[in-house]
């Protein structure tokens, strides 16, 4: 699981206070196998939360092309294994954390993945256009700012884009799906497991809107 020593906004600070300790995990998923490094100040210490993994078990398989979204990449087991799924496709990995973009890249290379590249959120071009994103997401930071970054992101969908959300039931899943409801988001919940929902998010409205 994640380092229970640290509070939750302590993966959101830009440069991680703590010492940085390695280690090296397998996450393994029905049709691959990741080699991880993951490290303290990182979401998910141990590599492969529960949340992340009902996401990666339950989508369906990721766009073979166009630029594909990590959004809250952490060491970058999602980026991984989407961009192994399409190889063919741009996966962006984005993060606040430096640790963790570093993690990213040495995750992507390391598993023989070349087409992952790692940005904090202002380094992104605002013009890119994803066919999907994916994310576990940041839920404590607070709703009025996860949903203020989720609407920023989601905005970013391809007009056929889809996005998938894991939140955990007890933090307010439900809540969050009402409320992306309310900004003419439209919201299916895919399946729920192990107390965690996984949501299939989109953009119905036109191109246009977004100017």
């Known amino acids: 699981m994640a380092d229970r020593q640290l509070p939750p906004a302590h993966y959101f600070n830009p440069e991680p206070a703590v010492a940085t300790n390695p280690r090296t995990v397998t996450v393994r998923l029905p049709d691959q196998a990741i080699q991880l490094q993951t490290d303290r100040g990182v979401f998910s210490l141990a590599g492969l939360d529960p949340g992340t993994e009902v996401l990666l078990r339950g989508i369906p398989t990721p766009p073979a092309g166009g630029a594909l979204l990590d959004l809250g990449c952490g060491h970058g087991v999602i980026a991984v294994a989407i961009a192994r799924r399409a190889p063919g496709a741009r996966v962006v990995a984005v993060d606040v954390n430096s640790r963790a973009l570093e993690l990213t890249r040495t995750n992507a290379a390391a598993n023989g993945v070349e087409n992952v590249e790692a940005h904090r959120p202002d380094e992104v071009d605002p013009g890119l256009r994803f066919a999907a994103i994916y994310s ?76």
């Open 136 to 211: 576990n997401p940041p839920i404590r930071v607070g709703r009025g700012p996860l949903l203020d970054l989720l609407s920023a992101w989601l905005a970013r969908l391809e007009p056929d884009g889809h996005a998938y959300l894991v939140v955990q039931r007890h933090l307010g899943a439900d809540s969050l799906a009402e409320r992306l409801l309310t900004q003419g988001f439209d919201v299916v919940r895919m399946r729920s497991k192990r107390g965690y929902r996984l949501l299939d998010v989109r953009d119905p409205r036109p191109a246009s809107h977004h100017g």
